[in-house]
Nanobody
Framework: VQVVESGGGLVQPGGSLRLSCAAS????????MEWYRQAPGKQRELVAH???????NYADSVKGRFTISSGNAKNTAYLQMNSLKPEDTAVYYC?????????WGQGTQVTVSS
């Protein structure tokens, strides 16, 4: 299974970005798709989670600013990030959970700076 993230970049504080995640190479449909992030010198943290039954959860630090969604295409997910802050700067990773196994992408850099 290959997981590919895209959509990262440099944005000013208060700006927006939309990250995309696509998992390919499997006939399975995901049980959950998750976005994590890792800032320099910090541990990787869960940012947002969406399950096949529609359950969604967010880290407290992004509630009200980030929105996770699943795409119409099989095994795709998005993370809409609004009102970005410098502390959102990190490498963002997508994890595709198929129940019996999971796969991670290589990450996409998000930098929030003026």
């Amino acid at each position: 299974v290959q997981v590919v993230e895209s959509g990262g970049g440099l944005v000013q504080p208060g700006g927006s970005l939309r990250l995309s995640c696509a998992a390919s190479g499997t006939d399975w449909s995901f049980f959950a798709m998750e976005w994590y992030r890792q800032a320099p010198g910090k541990q990787r943290e869960l940012v947002a989670h969406i399950r096949v039954d529609g359950t969604i959860n967010y880290a407290d630090s992004v509630k009200g600013r980030f929105t996770i969604s699943s795409g119409n295409a099989k095994n795709t997910a998005y993370l809409q990030m609004n009102s970005l802050k410098p502390e959102d700067t990190a490498v963002y990773y997508c994890r595709a959970d198929f129940g019996a196994n999971d796969s991670w992408g290589q990450g996409t850099q998000v930098t929030v700076s003026s």
